[in-house]
Nanobody, 118 residues
């Protein structure tokens, strides 16, 4: 059974930084085709933030480019999202997700709240 658990969210001032972590059981991130971070702000649809593949290669949403970095720690089987220069519009619940292979089940964590406010 695959379980993903996010952590690292919290309250941060504009311009600050946070590092989100995603721990997995029942799957290995570096073996999976794609690993993602998404976010969902209040009253809005869930949106994709960043992807890291098993090559590995990374892709970012325009809103994240230059500020966020997605990475995998193979030894710890963790996926991270380093977020710098945070803005109030980054406030959302952030979700980790993993896809073992194209056409397979995409697994999700329960989310971690990030609030950017002064």
């Amino acid at each position: 059974q695959v379980q993903l658990v996010e952590s690292g969210g919290g309250l941060v001032q504009p311009g600050g930084s946070l590092r989100l972590s995603c721990a997995a059981s029942g799957t290995i991130f570096s073996d999976n085709a794609m690993n993602y971070w998404y976010r969902q702000a209040p009253g809005k649809q869930r949106e994709w933030v960043a992807t890291i593949s098993n090559r590995p290669s990374t892709i970012y949403a325009d809103s994240a480019k230059g500020r966020f970095t997605i990475s995998i720690d193979n030894a710890k089987n963790m996926v991270y999202l380093q977020m710098n220069s945070l803005k109030p519009e980054d406030t959302a619940v952030y979700y980790c997700s993993t896809l073992r292979a194209w056409g397979a089940t995409q697994y999700w964590g329960q989310g971690t709240q990030v609030t950017v406010s002064s």
